[in-house]
């Protein structure tokens, strides 16, 4: 009991993680169903049809006995007028004009297409009796009934033909259903012809559905091994954090000290550098974990982004000036928002130091102001700038323009990917103009707080 609970559920996990079985199933079982129960009513109408169409021929047939009965002079005029009647029919299997016997209850034969003229006694079988009762009832219309016998289906119908040679006469007419039958069984065995198609077409179907079920498992497979990277790369940079913090105190610490002569102070000059690059390419590796897993923390409030900015520029003239160029500030903003401090510190950092990476001669301009009710950051840059084609990419994860110019800057491709996380996240907006050769301009703009 335990193991079918467990094999029952472990089914219904199955279809709740590949709903496309549900479809599937669907395809298998209701389709031909539907097809099959189409088919089905489809021949029985056509069947009935068929059946209806029979019976009123032969009344008709029947009717037209009827009419021309008072013209008939005797057994032998009727017989032609049967024959003739009957010559392009060939489903007619037998007509019997036979008129009731004076002597008794019973009838006597007149005219038949099978025996010709003749006055033998005529015995009805079950069925004409039956017929021959409800015709002596009505003598206006004929009465037909469906039997079966070693040959097939047949209707069988008899009608009152008024005074015939002196008695009451009756026409007795059978007719065979083989043809018509045949015909529907050949109708039905080509809807099976086809529902078996159907089936196998959903067959095909099917193995393609269990493909896509393959890639469904191994989708499922490629994101836990994606999701593993992720959470190695992020357990990894973590790890590399430690030491590195480590490194950068025996290297502050031997800085300080007295023992160093010149050539030992650039060497750990270099050091340090080194681990500040390494640090800065952890922190993005972590930050790029914790936005893609929803993790990084986001705390807005209503603050004064000027006083920001203006600490990051600061915080830029050094790097600026050693490489010649001019670092400009104009807030103009005067306008609160509400963002996170931290976060919104990055975001500037990563521009403005990226546009002091990428500037070679001339100047960095950064400017903010208030427009159309949002507060607008812009970092201008008189640097390498940036080509339509490149800008189109620039914000996916690890892409870098490589150009003879930027070739020798180091950089991980990933700044601006979480410099956009990061202003969406806040609900912010960011853009690039650049002119290839001339400059770059990136513009950031949060709603203003009124
Ligand atoms: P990284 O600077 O680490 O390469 P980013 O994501 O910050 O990564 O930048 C991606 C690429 O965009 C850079 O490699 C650089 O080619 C280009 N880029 C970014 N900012 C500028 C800029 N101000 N001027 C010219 N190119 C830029």
């Known amino acids: 009991m335990k193991r079918f609970t467990d094999l029952f559920s472990r089914g219904i996990d199955f279809v709740r993680n590949n709903p496309q079985i549900i479809y599937t ?21 056509a069947r009935e049809n068929q059946d209806r169409l029979e019976q009123s021929r032969v009344a008709l047939l029947e009717d037209a006995f009827a009419a021309f009965i008072p013209g008939v002079v005797n057994e032998d005029d009727l017989l032609s007028k049967i024959k003739k ?6 489903t007619i299997n037998s007509i019997d004009v ?14 038949s297409l099978e025996k010709g003229t003749s006055s033998d ?52 007419v059978d007719v065979s259903m083989a043809q018509s039958d045949a015909v529907s069984r050949k ?16 067959i095909v179907l099917l193995a393609r559905q269990a493909r896509i079920i393959d890639y469904s498992v191994l989708y499922r497979r490629l994101k836990e091994v994606d999701q593993m990277k992720d959470d190695f790369v992020s357990m990894a940079a973590h790890e590399l954090r430690s030491p590195l913090t480590v490194i950068r105190g025996y290297v502050e610490m031997l800085g300080e000290g007295e023992g160093l002569k010149d050539a030992g102070k650039v060497h750990l000059h270099n050091i340090d550098q ?10 993005d590796i972590l930050d790029v974990a914790k936005l893609q897993e929803g993790r990084m923390s986001f705390n807005p409030d209503s603050i004064d982004p000027d006083p920001i900015v203006s600490s990051v520029v600061e915080g830029y003239q050094q790097p600026a000036a050693a490489k010649g160029l001019t670092l400009t ?91 956009l996380a ?21 513009i950031v703009s949060f709603k203003a707080e009124e």
């Open 274 to 283: 080194a681990a500040v690059r390494l640090n800065g390419l952890i922190g």
């Open 121 to 172: 006694a005529y015995i009805p079988d079950q069925v004409a009796m039956n017929l021959l009762r409800f015709a002596k009832g009505d003598h206006d219309q004929s009465f037909a009934m469906a039997y079966s016998d070693d040959l097939g289906r047949h209707w069988r119908s008899a009608r009152s033909l008024g005074i015939v040679g002196g008695s009451e006469g009756y026409v007795l």
């Open 422 to 442: 990061m202003v969406d996240a806040m609900d912010g907006n960011i853009s690039v103009e650049s002119i290839e050769g001339k400059g770059s301009d990136f």
């Open 329 to 419: 500030l104009m807030s103009e903003a005067h306008s609160l928002i509400f963002v996170d401090q931290d976060r919104f510190r990055q975001i500037v950092t990563n521009l403005v130091g990226n546009a002091v990476k990428y500037t070679g001669v001339g100047s960095v301009r950064v400017s903010t102001k208030k427009e159309n009710g949002r507060y607008v950051l812009r970092i201008s840059d008189t640097g390498f700038g940036i080509s339509a084609e490149h800008q189109k990419h620039l914000f996916e994860k690890f892409y870098r323009v490589k150009s003879p110019e930027t070739s020798r800057i180091e950089g991980t491709g990933l700044g601006l990917w979480i410099t």
């Open 187 to 202: 109708n039905i065995q080509k809807a099976y012809v086809v529902l078996v198609l159907i089936i196998l077409m959903i």
């Open 85 to 90: 009647l009957t010559k392009e029919n060939e």
């Open 25 to 45: 199933l669907f395809l298998v079982f209701a389709i031909p169903l539907a097809f099959f129960f189409s088919s089905d009513q489809f021949l029985r109408v």
């Open 98 to 111: 036979i008129v009731a016997a004076s002597s008794s209850d019973g009838y006597r034969l007149y005219a």
